[in-house]
């Protein structure tokens, strides 16, 4: 039988799935490399019932593809590999679809690298490696911006010389796998609700929102790059372009070290003083702990309202994403005093982090999110096309 691999490749990981393709592609084993570039790159990885986790020293991204070959060695046992699928941080105003991965369509993507330095090398080094390994199979790029293509243009554009859009410089928004999935199990879990005005958060160490309309992106909070919007692990969010300008001009900081600061030293990380880690914040417990995690969750709760207002009203909410998913703690701070908006919690139901966690007119649901899935489904379509 015919094999499908995906790979999504982020600014210091990479995860892996292998489907059994057919009717509906099948999750036979995944897992990823986590830690690439310090001396503590380790590739963990499940199948048949275990979980493994072995140090594969210093190694870079392209090191780490190398890995998870040499790993899935016994899982595809010889099986062919019939299509790779990749996660394509940027795919520009172009693709609103899924595509094939031909030298144009790279080099094409390539003009897309300084729009997100953390992922878009590393996605397109990523095909590069597949394309050695499996010449033969089909290579399919699923791009995170796709979902949010057919936004009104208000919200694509920014109030620049409209040439400044016409070259590309306009809001993409993000997260799209991640957010086409869950419009999916919405639908699957309650197709009424699917039909209205739905918000989905999805937090984790990259965090945005989006504002959904019959299962379709109509706003999101990431732009231009993935570091607008909401605070994240690293990254700053939201930021008054003067402080661009003070660090640039006043500060004599050059481009590279301030998209250093903005990408790997902010958001959570550079609140706290101590860690990325949401988990590790909530565990701490001190002032600037908790301080990190009210920032967090006040943007959350301000881009609520904005997104309720885009949709002209609110039936439901979607937690997704490694916060989103696991956090009760941010759930219930972000819904706090939120009954005027028509959201409720059930203390209990969000500790126990239900499928559904409120008793308001609002619907909040926790659906965790499978991003590996929504390409594999892309790539078997296309193989059996």
């Not at 830690?35 to 019932?49: I, N």
């Not at 190694?59 to 595809?76: E, F, K, S, T, W």
């Not at 010889?78 to 094939?100: K, M, N, Q, S, T």
């Not at 969000?350 to 790539?379: C, F, K, M, Y």
């Amino acid at each position: 039988m015919s094999r499908i691999l995906t790979l999504n490749s982020g600014s210091s990981s990479i995860k892996f799935s292998v489907y059994a393709a057919g009717d509906a592609p099948a999750r036979m084993a995944e897992g990823q490399v986590d830690r690439l570039g310090s001396d503590a790159a380790a590739l963990t990885l499940k199948w048949q019932g275990t979980r493994t986790t072995a140090q594969i020293g210093q190694v870079d991204h392209r090191g780490g593809l190398q890995a998870i070959l040499d790993a899935l060695r016994p899982v595809l046992a010889g099986a062919e590999v019939a299509g790779v699928g990749h996660r394509i941080v940027h795919g520009g105003p172009r693709f609103d679809a899924p595509a094939l991965l031909d030298d144009d369509t790279l080099t094409y993507l390539e003009g897309f690298e300084a729009f997100a330095p953390l992922h878009q090398p590393h996605n397109l080094a990523a095909v590069r490696g597949a394309r050695l390994a499996f010449p033969a199979a089909v290579q399919l790029g699923c791009f995170d911006t796709a979902f949010h293509r057919g936004h009104p243009w208000v919200n694509d554009t920014f109030a620049l010389p409209r040439s400044f859009y016409d070259e590309g410089v306009r809001r993409y928004g993000f997260h799209g796998l991640s957010y086409a999935y869950i419009a999916g199990e919405l639908a699957r879990l309650d197709p009424g609700a699917a039909q209205g005005r739905t918000v989905v958060a999805h937090l984790g160490n990259g965090a945005s929102m989006c504002a959904l309309h019959d299962g379709k992106s109509v706003d999101s909070t990431m732009g231009f790059s993935a570091l607008e919007g909401l605070a994240m692990g690293t990254r700053c969010g939201q930021l008054d372009p003067g402080v661009m300008l003070y660090l640039l001009q006043q500060r004599g900081m050059t481009p590279e070290a301030v998209s250093d600061l903005l990408y790997k030293q902010s958001g959570l990380k550079g609140l706290s003083g101590l860690s990325n880690d949401m988990r590790e914040l909530e565990a701490a417990d001190t002032e600037a702990a908790r301080e990190a995690i009210a920032y967090f969750v006040s943007r959350i709760r301000r881009e609520l309202g904005a997104m309720a207002a885009v949709l002209g009203g609110l039936d439901t909410v979607v937690f997704t994403g490694g916060i989103g998913e696991n956090s009760a703690q941010v759930r219930a701070q972000a819904c706090a005093g939120m009954d005027w908006l028509g959201i409720t919690l059930d203390a209990t139901a969000n500790a126990q982090a239900a499928h559904v966690i409120s008793t308001g007119p609002v619907t909040v649901r926790v659906i965790p999110t499978d991003e590996e899935l929504v390409i594999a489904r892309a790539v078997n379509a296309r193989i059996d096309g």
